[in-house]
């Protein structure tokens, strides 16, 4: 069974760091490019970072330059988002995807072929 489980979420206070995880089962990560998205409430999807099949990696958004970093760890068929520095507008629903096999880039969103479930991450003093 193909599958994207994200961990790592919780609760934590500004200025604190997260590592958020993205497992997969049924299919090797390394042979795809892995975004990480997010979702506030009331706001639209947002892309973050990507990493490509290459190990490339692609800041989407400007607000986490600097602070979110993406890596992979072959061995565990995971790969990570760092983040440092959090803010409280940095509150959402993280999610991973996995897309674009082979391709050594990082697709549209709409592109990426698996989704996982979401973990949610909240900001707050």
């Known amino acids: 069974q193909v599958q994207l489980v994200e961990s790592g979420g919780g609760l934590v206070q500004p200025g604190g760091s997260l590592r958020l995880s993205c497992a997969a089962s049924?299919?090797?990560?390394?042979?795809?490019?892995v975004g990480w998205f997010r979702q506030a409430p009331g706001k639209e999807r947002e892309g973050i970072l990507c990493?490509?099949?290459?190990?490339?990696?692609?800041v989407y958004a400007d607000s986490v330059k600097g602070r979110f970093t993406i890596s992979r760890e072959s061995a565990k068929n995971t790969v990570y988002l760092q983040m440092n520095s959090l803010r409280p507008e940095d509150t959402a629903v993280y999610y991973c995807?996995?897309?674009?096999?082979?391709?050594?880039?990082?697709?549209?969103?709409?592109?990426?072929?698996?989704w996982g479930q979401g973990t949610q991450v909240t900001v707050s003093s």
């Open positions: 995807a996995g897309g674009a096999r082979g391709l050594g880039f990082c697709p549209a969103a709409h592109e990426f072929d698996y």
């Open positions: 990493i490509t099949s290459s190990d490339l990696s692609t």
């Open positions: 049924g299919f090797t990560l390394d042979y795809y490019a």
